[in-house]
């Protein structure tokens, strides 16, 4: 049974708060939120639902900071939100009607590749300093790589930065800061989208939903501050220790 209480606000105010962090700098910090909103008494499919307005407001305010530190300026970006959009409807809409733990195994998956991929072939996700960006054109790999990641976060969100990196940092060699940039960007357009969705499907509570975004907007524009100072290298140890983190938070998921 669903009920709405003053200490349910503030857990997903600091929920919020280190799910905006952990998704703006790496991924999976829906795997905090679902939970708590299904504790909450919301059904699974619209805990999902009202967990977007969360992430929508996280993404607004990652994608002004990153905007402001001139960090989104490749003129690849509408082709590579293009892309994840196109994905987003499509997940957005099976997300309405299929149950979300279908896709758990494949957030597992990409969680734990991308663990490995971190300690043994850094350089995929943390190019080394002075390497070109290729554009989409140039890399065969980014198309799927990118309708892929659209689709997942339109049925789920949980874990799609993990893809997002793969895809942006991994096959058009983008540094760790500006792939950050890129992939809040590619939420904000397909969380848009799956939002539109479940909204005129009736699936979202707005209260839960927009305290949780007080609390990750909060987070997401730290964590653009705290990028932006920080070193390629450093940033790819924040993104291992956020992969171990999001992947054994969604194993203790039911």
């Excluded at 957030?107 to 190019?127: E, S, W």
């Excluded at 539109?196 to 707005?206: G, P, S, Y």
């Excluded at 839960?208 to 920080?230: E, Q």
Aim: glycine share 10%; aromatic share 8%; hydrophobic share 55%.
């Amino acid at each position: 049974m669903y009920e709405f209480t003053l200490v349910s606000a503030l857990s997903l105010i600091l929920l919020g708060g280190v799910a905006g962090m952990i998704n703006t700098l790496a991924g999976g910090g829906s795997n905090l939120t679902l939970p708590a909103l299904m504790m909450m008494g919301l059904p699974p499919d619209v805990a999902n639902a009202t967990n977007r307005v969360g992430i929508f407001f996280q993404s607004l305010t990652a994608v002004k900071g990153f905007k402001q530190h001139q960090k989104l300026d490749t003129p690849d970006l509408k082709k590579i939100v293009s892309l994840t959009l196109i994905g987003g409807v499509l997940g957005g809409l099976s997300a309405s009607y299929l149950p979300s733990e279908l896709l758990k195994p494949a957030l597992l998956i990409a969680m734990i590749t991308m663990a490995g991929i971190i300690v043994f072939k850094p350089a995929v996700v943390a190019p080394p300093e002075g390497t070109v960006p290729l554009a989409v054109s140039e890399s065969s790999q980014s198309v799927p790589l990118l309708l892929m990641a659209g689709f997942y976060g339109g049925f789920v969100q949980a874990g799609v930065g993990f893809i997002l990196i793969a895809a942006i940092a991994g096959s058009l060699r983008y540094d760790l800061v500006r792939t950050n940039a890129l992939k809040v960007m590619c939420t904000l357009g397909f969380t848009s989208v799956a939002l539109a969705i479940f909204i005129v499907n009736d699936q979202v509570l707005w209260l839960p939903g927009l305290v949780l975004a007080v609390g990750s907007m909060i987070g997401a524009y730290l964590a653009v501050n705290i990028s932006i100072n920080l070193s390629q290298t450093t940033l790819k140890w924040i993104l291992f220790v956020m992969t171990i983190i999001a992947s054994a938070a969604a194993l203790l998921i039911g």
